[in-house]
């Protein structure tokens, strides 16, 4: 049924992460947003799972989780914009930065979460977005993170939680660049977007749902 639902929108047009963003926008807001340093203790994890304005949420919603920026990653294309990655051709894919306390949440659970938010059995595709820049990538940095998403693909695999294989992608991190002001917290400041309404909200409360005990109190 959500399956559905995302193909009626899409052939409808009525929402997409390539909309403009509502509201009044600055000249600053179309300025690149700053990239946080980790702090001491900290790690740093990157991941791509479709349009980055749900995913940002949902990591920022969990324990142990102290800020997560919007990006691009996984392509060739310096410091590109959100324009130039959806026209194509940089090979990057909207992605999100997690900065997170490794001893309150582990590489293992943002794992976890990562392939529960998002469906990553479509190939260039989320919901009702297409195209190479909405494809899964999860990347590590060490071998055993590696290690620990190749088990974990293996047996959300196993375990038959989706009709079809995992297609995400497993690949060494190299380079993040921060996407405009504007992407960031979009989820959180623009409730009204249709996209957010109809994409988001339903994608974030399937997580929710699914993990109630990493949520930060409120």
């Not at 980790?38 to 920022?60: K, R």
């Not at 659970?109 to 990538?137: C, M, W």
């Not at 293996?154 to 009709?163: G, I, T």
């Not at 660049?177 to 994608?203: G, K, L, M, W």
Request: aromatic share 12%; hydrophobic share 35%.
């Amino acid at each position: 049924m959500q399956k559905l639902l995302f193909f009626l929108l899409a052939v409808l047009g009525t929402v997409s992460c390539d909309a403009a963003p509502a509201g009044q926008q600055t000249p600053d807001d179309h300025q690149f947003a700053e990239l946080p340093k980790p702090q001491p203790g900290e790690a740093v994890a990157t991941f791509a799972s479709g349009c980055y304005w749900c995913a940002e949420h949902v990591f920022e919603s969990l324990k142990g989780v102290r800020t997560v920026i919007s990006g691009h990653a996984g392509g060739t294309t310096v410091s590109p914009t959100y324009e130039q990655v959806g026209r194509g051709g940089t090979g990057h894919a909207e992605a999100i930065q997690v900065y997170y306390d490794p001893k309150v949440i582990s590489f293992e659970t943002l794992l976890k979460v990562f392939f529960v938010q998002h469906d990553p059995t479509t190939l260039n595709r989320q919901g009702p977005d297409a195209g190479e820049e909405y494809r899964s990538i999860a990347f590590y940095r060490t071998p055993q993170e590696k290690a620990q998403i190749e088990a974990e693909i293996k047996r959300v695999n196993a375990a038959r939680r989706y009709p079809n294989p995992i297609v995400t992608q497993v690949v060494p991190f190299k380079v993040f660049y921060p996407a405009e002001r504007y992407h960031q917290d979009y989820f959180v400041h623009h409730p009204e977007n249709p996209y957010i309404q109809n994409v988001s909200t339903p994608r974030y409360q399937h997580f929710a749902k699914e993990f109630p005990q990493l949520l930060k109190a409120h």
